[in-house]
């Protein structure tokens, strides 16, 4: 039986604005096949360094290969995706994941065509990701490897500025659990719909009503995800959704399932990854 882990690593305190959640991976081999190994958006984008093993990961019709000490950046997902190690052997891998408020502090990035994909992290930053790659690969234990990191993304921090407009939707996004509408941001921001559009892919790779969308379910599938039944989540959902068809479409839009499929395969993986 494949044994695995959840680590969860604290952020510098600079980085806790940016930062949603760091974690380790841990990981003795491959999943059973018959196991199901889906990972739900969260609307976080993530960095992920693999330091054992490599990575697997089906997106819709696209599969993403990272190999053992490679470092890449996943956009913005809004699709189930489908995650499993590289070979069947000891895994190991070290994740930060970015709030829809922090890459863009971080990353100067096209970020739209970075959506639904993982993409190797020096082929976006070239040289200074490469010399953070060595380093890494360099680096002996999985600390030393954190410390490396973290010390990046704290230069990287210093060159931007924040964008005052975009992080107040995110913010109201985040406080209405994706229950705003884009209308209501275009009133209380004074900017046009299309404006605030634009001003998302540049930042996110998305926009704003997407976004809401994946903050929405994501608030009814820490619920689900923690065990609870779905007898027992009625007012739930239609605290976030207008009716059963509503919701049913976007359950199986972010995991390709119905509600009971799905409570019928769930395993570790999809929780703990999810709510660690």
């Not at 200074?128 to 704290?154: C, S, Y």
């Not at 409570?263 to 993986?269: D, G, V």
């Amino acid at each position: 039986m494949t044994a695995f882990s959840f680590h969860s690593v604290t952020p510098h305190p600079q980085l806790v604005p940016y930062v949603a959640k760091m974690h380790m991976f841990e990981s003795s081999g491959r999943l059973p096949v018959e196991d199901n190994k889906l990972i739900v958006p969260n609307a976080n984008l993530k960095l992920t360094l693999t330091w054992r093993n490599g990575i697997v990961a089906g997106i819709g019709d696209k599969t993403f290969i990272q190999k053992e000490n490679e470092l890449s950046l996943s956009g913005l997902i809004d699709a189930p995706v489908l995650l499993d190690p590289q070979h069947d052997a000891q895994t190991g891998t070290v994740i930060v994941e970015f709030k829809p408020l922090g890459a863009y502090r971080l990353f100067h990035l096209p970020y739209a065509e970075l959506k639904n994909k993982i993409i190797d992290f020096t082929c976006l930053m070239d040289k200074p990701a490469e010399d953070l790659k060595w380093r890494l690969a360099g680096a002996n234990t999985v600390p030393e490897k954190l410390q490396l990191l973290q010390d990046f993304l704290l230069r990287q921090l210093e060159k931007t500025a924040p964008d005052l407009v975009y992080d107040y939707c995110i913010k109201r996004i985040a406080d209405t659990k994706g229950i705003i509408t884009v209308g209501q941001l275009e009133k209380e921001t004074g900017y046009s719909t299309r404006w605030l559009h634009t001003k998302f892919t540049e930042h996110l790779g998305t926009g704003a009503k997407n976004l809401a969308e994946i903050i929405r379910f994501k608030q009814f599938y820490e619920v689900y995800s923690s065990g609870t039944k779905l007898q027992g989540l009625k007012d739930h959902i239609y605290q976030y959704y207008h009716d059963q068809s509503h919701f049913i479409r976007a359950f199986k839009r972010f995991t390709g399932f119905t509600p009971t499929e799905l409570q019928n395969s769930m395993n570790e993986l999809a929780t703990k990854h999810y709510t660690s």
